[in-house]
T-cell receptor, first 113, second 113 residues
């Protein structure tokens, strides 16, 4: 069975600093998608960034970038120039069977002023 | 930007009662999903729906649950006889083609008393 593990339940960072959230996954598939979702206190699920496994280049969206290590099955999220609005729960997710997302347990990120 | 709309935002019901959670997916989307999140836990897949039938369901989605697309715009989740453990945030999501670009609604918080 596919699993997604986020080993950091909580993290904090100072405003304007950089923080990296970790995610590992387990699968026997060779082609898949990986995602990071942000869930602010409103509890809405907001897509931050996605990565296609067949692409070697790491995805980037403005201040958000990933470090995708396919052999290590690792997919970390780097947030640069952290802002107070980045405070949220962050979920790593993996696409299985083309129909469902499997989520990790989440990392609560707090950005301190 | 188009969005997935869910109503109501909060539903309170008595144990054993039937509830229907409603969703209006993005108009040109063909794939529809329900996920749920028990407070403090990760988001879990319930069911996916395509071409007027269920394409995949999880072990959570037992006989108490059903989904329907009663007209061209709504997508509903019915829980036939609610239990206390059904209390959760229920998210509807839709996409034009698979989970690669999934849009989530803002959720319905279901409280079973």
């Amino acid at each position: 069975a596919q699993t997604v593990t986020q080993s950091q339940p909580e993290m904090s960072v100072q405003e304007a600093e950089t923080v990296t959230l970790s995610c590992t996954y387990d699968t026997s598939e060779s082609n898949y998608y990986l995602f990071w979702y942000k869930q602010p206190p409103s509890r809405q699920m907001i897509l931050v960034i996605r990565q296609e496994a067949y692409k070697q280049q790491n995805a980037t969206e403005n201040r958000f970038s990933v470090n995708f290590q396919k052999a290590a099955k690792s997919f970390s999220l780097k947030i640069s120039d952290s802002q107070l609005g980045d405070t949220a729960m962050y979920f790593c997710a993996f696409e299985t069977s083309g129909s469902r997302l499997t989520f990790g347990e989440g990392t609560q990120l707090t950005v301190n002023p | 930007e188009p969005e997935v709309t869910q109503t109501p935002s909060h539903q309170v019901t008595q144990m054993g009662q039937e509830v229907i959670l409603r969703c209006v997916p993005i108009s040109n989307h063909l794939y529809f999903y329900w996920y749920r999140q028990i407070l403090g836990q990760k988001v879990e897949f319930l069911v996916s729906f395509y071409n007027n039938e269920i394409s995949e369901k999880s072990e959570i989605f037992d006989d108490q649950f059903s989904v329907e697309r009663p007209d061209g715009s709504n997508f509903t989740l019915k829980i036939r006889s609610t239990k206390l453990e059904d209390s959760a945030m229920y998210f509807c999501a839709s996409s034009a083609g698979g989970v690669e670009k999934l849009f989530f609604g803002s959720g319905t918080q279901l409280s079973v008393l």
